[in-house]
């Protein structure tokens, strides 16, 4: 699971009652600046889990984690 994380679409379903997430989506004051797949959680207990990060005025704050739930995940593909 290498690669920078464009877009996630997360739910029970994500064709069809999915939550997405993209980089540069508006939150509150800030954006989303990063969405990462934290590999140590999958290596030390089997747990999928995605972070997301935003970028408020004065700082870059932990916003959401999505784990154990069915994922679409799309790479950024400028090299």
Same mark, same amino acid.
């Given at each position: 699971m290498n690669g920078l994380i464009r877009k996630i679409v997360a739910g029970r379903d994500p064709k069809t009652d999915g939550m997405a997430y993209s980089i540069g989506m508006k939150v509150g004051n800030g954006s989303i =600046?990063?969405?990462l797949f934290d590999q140590e959680s999958f290596d030390l207990y089997g747990v999928t889990k995605y972070v997301i990060y935003v970028q408020e005025p004065e700082s870059q704050v932990?916003?959401?984690?999505?784990?154990?739930?069915? =994922?679409?995940?799309e790479y950024d593909l400028n090299f």
């Open positions: =600046c990063s969405i932990l916003w959401k984690t999505i784990e154990n739930m069915p =994922c679409v995940v």
